[in-house]
């Protein structure tokens, strides 16, 4: 990876880290996410699932053996206790799993990775990346939008984000910003215009 610029994305709940990303795919670059590695690191058989199971019993497993991801995120949203433990087990492998696909990624449009990576700050995961970009939108915005994605309350929407470092530490912390705020094609036009930009100021000197 030594030419390869690497781009980690963060973003509160509901802010549209996932289709920035999706603006980079269109743009050519390898994307990964750190959401989809955490499922495949708590697959039966996988390094995280006997340890999840021991630690949240039987009840948090489906019939056909695999994790009930939902039932997971509710039981933590009120056991902080519980959440660090599952964190302590989660992310140092979800960590070793994310550089290791970076890594063996195929480079072949354009050589850069991003990462959409929920917990980047709070994991001070920086230093795995050359770039940070935090996603942000109105406080009422991604109240509805998580609202909305898992059929929640409001007031279930604020719990959530209360568990979350706050949007404006995101902010202070990332190197780069991009409002999310209107409609999925200005925030393509957004993302293209930030890797143009990013391009030439690392590419050209990297490589």
């Known amino acids: 990876m030594k030419n390869i610029l690497k781009i980690g994305v963060t973003g509160s709940a509901g802010s549209g880290k996932s289709l920035v990303c999706q603006g980079f795919k269109n743009l050519g670059l390898v994307t990964l996410d750190c959401d989809i590695i955490a499922r495949k690191v708590v697959e039966p058989g996988q390094k995280a699932y006997e340890g999840v199971v021991a630690c949240f019993g039987p009840d948090v497993v489906r019939e056909d053996k695999t994790l009930d991801r939902a039932r997971l995120r509710n039981i933590v949203v009120n056991r902080p206790d519980l959440r660090k433990q599952l964190e302590a087990l989660l992310h140092p492998l979800i960590i070793e799993e994310m550089v290791f696909q970076m890594k063996t990624a195929v480079y072949d449009k354009e050589p850069a990775c991003v990462v959409e990576v929920p917990l980047l700050f709070e994991l001070g995961m920086e230093n795995k990346f050359d770039v940070t970009l935090a996603v942000v939108a109105g406080q009422a915005t991604l109240l509805e939008r998580i609202s909305k994605r898992d059929n ?5 929407a604020g719990k959530m984000l209360d568990l979350q470092m706050a949007q404006e530490k995101k902010i202070k912390r990332a190197d780069h910003v991009i409002e999310n705020n209107g ?25």
Do not use: D
Not at 152 to 156: F, K, L, P, Q
Not at 185 to 204: D, R
């Open 183 to 207: 409609k999925p094609g200005e925030l393509f036009v957004s993302v293209e215009k930030f890797y143009n930009k990013i391009k030439k100021e690392f590419l050209t000197i990297k490589l």
């Open 152 to 156: 929640v309350s409001i007031e279930s």
